[in-house]
């Protein structure tokens, strides 16, 4: 018993002198919650990884814009984008498909074409695409038409592969969709040419659609403001929340002042959000989530990171960039 | 501009108990401590013996909170506990005087602030990874009433930066500044008093009252001079920046407990403690940050926004009942073996998260168990009773739901829930 009462001393001591058995990390900082409101921060460069970090996708002569962003079953994400070559006619772009497992690694499914305009009243022209998955399927809505932009509605049922348009447009007077449903109200939000703010438009079924009469939010005029001059390229959510309730978060362009002629706009993506998709605010504060340049945001919200594909000028040409929160 | 919070509140020992002995009845010792673990309890205690007592004890608390169902890594605390008794008269007067210490064994203490609106476990985020010590003292008065009162201290840094000269512009490597640096170590002192009577040789009655603290960070930090190439005309003449931050660091609140103890047989005692925890006075502990900079004819290009005001944080005052059982499962005339359990419940100080704070907190459920040896003495050496203490303890934070009035709120909804294990080992001698 001697030796039981002496070795618990000892056993106390050399604890108390900092043989520990837990790490010695500043803990409490992991895994937080969010709803993808940012701050965003680009992708790193890293030496290290054959990416050229924040790029996704980016050429000396080829744009790159308007991308989309889906998880992919099994792990990685699915992105779209908008690739338009150097060679005439303008506007002549093509939608492309490609899906990576890490964001440090080049895309193990490289990107292809899977949607080229083929309809008269596309004009030779989609772009914009919006991805909505449905229980075996998904739904493309893009813009198409250079004169008379109108939304598009595509379907597929191998992933993304391959895509049945639908035989008309579903929404006229509009470009630049973002689409999600809260599993009855499908709602896009779009833009109109000519006009600086972002508009809805409901849909009981993601085929007839009814736009508002007026646009849900406008560019707010403030000196300095990043989102004084317009706003353009939404990208919208349904985010369903741990507690079971869900809201419509909307990501999209802010231009604080038009560019000189010649020059690329310079936009920052800005936020916002609403519980029943009538009434929409901002945060407080007036900060873009990701800093100029970067515009036609794409969000996917998965637990407590976010990931966003953006476009902007990397060079002479348009990219699409990846930035992630936290 | 971010706000910053500082988050460290309380100490280790009001979150985990401080001995095993205490740990295993569920922390209902404010009547019943008989040991150095008075220091902490109820320094009254202390007058209750005559010998010199020295505990020695290893403590250790791995929380284990989540948030969304993902772990948050909150740290465990863990360090030596150690108390000590020292009898004596005083015109014919029985006292006593003690000190107890919780030494942590990763950091004395650790202060850290984080963005305001991020979310954390604000009672296990910096409380419990800090050091305490108490000093105290017991007498015994006529009718059965001790009376004890003590020091608990707490120390932090307070500090200010300066940089003179010149700022090099465009090449920062060519700048020629001179650090003043100045730092003071600040101590804060609470007291504690107690009061213990033996109503009956059966049952003791007690109460105790801990001071609150707050501990505000205030540093500031200066940059004076001219900003251009070392050798030429400066771009800016006698520019500065000076930018402070105050933030309330370190926050206990007032604490009054009520207390019995009945030994209800020979072999069966109970404990019951009530205490009452002013937690109403807590503050935004995020930071104030006021910033001033005069770059000359550059000012118009440097836009410096107005700190909004923090939201408060609407605390409210909570009372804790703690209920411990000690029995004597077995005696011999060399060994005496007793068994402890115990329950306490802590409802949580936090409302429901609803703004843009996210100061995330539970109610607590802990359930303890533990065990004491008690031996008349080891060999020839220790003559007076060794008792050897073991613990343990699981504390449960049920699930909590939070919901944000608005629907841009970056953190959103979320629940939050958790476990804490823990246990101690504690030595108690006699001399």
């Known amino acids: 018993m001697r030796a039981l009462a002496s070795t618990s001393l000892v056993v106390a001591t050399l604890a108390g002198c900092g043989i520990g058995i837990a790490d010695d990390a500043s803990g409490g900082e992991e895994d937080l919650p969010t709803v993808g409101a940012g701050p965003f921060r680009r992708l790193p460069f890293d030496e290290n990884s054959p990416v050229d970090e924040p790029w996704l996708a980016t050429d000396r002569i080829i744009d790159f814009t308007e991308p989309a962003l889906v998880a992919r079953a099994g792990g990685g994400l699915v992105f779209y984008f908008t690739r338009e070559s150097p060679d005439p006619p303008v506007g002549d772009s093509v939608i492309w498909r490609g899906a990576l497992r890490d964001l440090r690694q080049l895309p193990d499914e490289p990107a292809v074409p899977v949607l080229s305009a083929d309809q008269t009243w596309e004009e030779g022209h989609v772009a914009a695409p919006a991805i909505v998955e449905l229980a075996g399927r998904q739904i493309m809505f893009y813009e198409g038409g250079l004169t008379t932009p109108q939304l598009g509605r595509a379907e597929s049922t191998d992933g993304g592969l391959t895509w049945q348009k639908a035989a008309a447009p579903v929404l006229a007077n509009a470009r630049s969709p973002g689409v999600a449903t809260d599993g009855a109200l499908w709602i896009a939000a779009f833009t109109r040419p000519g006009d600086p703010g972002i508009w809805l438009a409901r849909s009981d079924d993601g085929v007839a659609w009814t736009p508002d009469d007026a646009p849900i939010l406008g560019p707010n005029g403030l000196m300095d403001s990043f989102e004084r001059t317009e706003l353009g390229a939404p990208t919208l959510a349904w985010l369903v929340e741990s507690t079971g309730r869900g809201h419509w978060a909307l990501w999209y362009g802010g231009l604080e002042k038009l560019p000189d002629v010649g020059d690329a706009p310079r936009y920052a993506v800005g936020y916002a959000a609403s519980f029943d998709g009538m009434e929409w605010v901002r945060p407080g504060g007036g900060r873009p989530v990701l800093a100029a340049p970067a515009g036609a945001p794409a969000v996917i919200v998965d637990g407590p990171a976010a990931t966003m594909l953006f476009d902007s000028v990397n060079g002479r040409r348009l990219a699409v960039g990846i930035a992630t929160h936290p | ?431």
């Open chain 2, 1 to 431: 501009m971010v706000g910053l919070t500082g988050t460290a509140r309380a100490n280790p020992v009001d979150l985990f108990g401080f001995g095993a002995r205490a740990q295993g009845m569920g922390g209902a010792m404010t009547a019943a401590t008989d040991d150095a673990g008075a220091n902490y309890y109820n320094p009254a205690r202390l007058a209750g013996s005559d010998d010199i007592r020295i505990d020695v004890g290893y403590q250790l608390a791995q929380p284990f909170l989540a948030v969304d169902g993902n772990s948050q890594g909150v740290d465990s605390s863990r360090g030596l506990a150690i108390g000590l008794a020292m009898p004596g008269k005083l015109a014919g007067a029985r006292l006593a005087i003690g000190a107890g210490l919780y030494l942590p064994d990763q950091q004395i203490t650790r202060t850290r602030t984080l963005p305001s609106q991020q979310p954390r476990w604000s009672l296990y985020d910096n409380r419990p990874q800090r050091l305490f010590l108490a000093a105290n003292l017991g007498i015994a008065l006529p009718g059965n009433v001790s009376f004890g009162a003590g020091i608990s201290y707490m120390s932090s840094t307070q500090g200010d930066v300066a940089l003179q000269g010149i700022v090099g512009f465009p090449d920062a490597t060519t700048s020629q500044l001179i650090l003043d640096m100045n730092v003071d170590l600040k101590t804060i002192r609470y007291p504690q008093v107690g009061v213990s009577w033996d109503v009956k040789p059966w049952l003791t009655v007690a109460a105790t009252y801990r001071g609150g603290f707050k501990l505000v960070l205030d540093q500031t930090f200066d940059i004076t001079g001219d900003i251009g190439t070392p050798g030429s005309p400066p771009l800016v003449d006698n520019g500065f920046l000076h930018l402070r931050s105050v933030a309330q660091d370190l926050f206990q609140p007032a604490q009054v407990t009520a207390a019995a103890h009945a030994r209800i047989t020979p072999r069966l005692a109970v404990a019951f403690d009530l205490a009452w925890h002013r937690w109403s006075v807590f503050e935004n502990p995020a930071a104030q940050i006021e910033i001033e900079l005069d770059i000359g004819d550059f000012n118009d290009l440097v836009t410096i926004p107005p700190q909004e005001p923090l939201p408060a944080p609407h605390f409210h005052d909570i009372a804790t009942p703690r209920l411990g059982v000690e029995w004597l499962a077995r005696a011999t005339p060399r060994r005496l073996w007793r068994v402890r359990g115990g329950y306490a419940y802590e409802p949580s100080p936090t409302p429901e998260q609803f703004g843009s704070t996210n100061f995330i907190d539970n109610d607590k459920h802990t359930f303890t168990t533990g065990g004491g040896l008690e031996l008349p003495g080891v060999g020839d050496v220790i003559l007076r009773p060794v008792s050897i203490d073991i613990s343990l303890v699981a504390t449960f934070l049920p699930e909590r739901t939070h919901r944000k009035l608005v629907a841009v709120d970056p953190i959103g909804d979320y629940k939050a829930s958790g476990l804490v294990l823990g246990g101690s080992l504690s030595s108690r001698w006699r001399f």
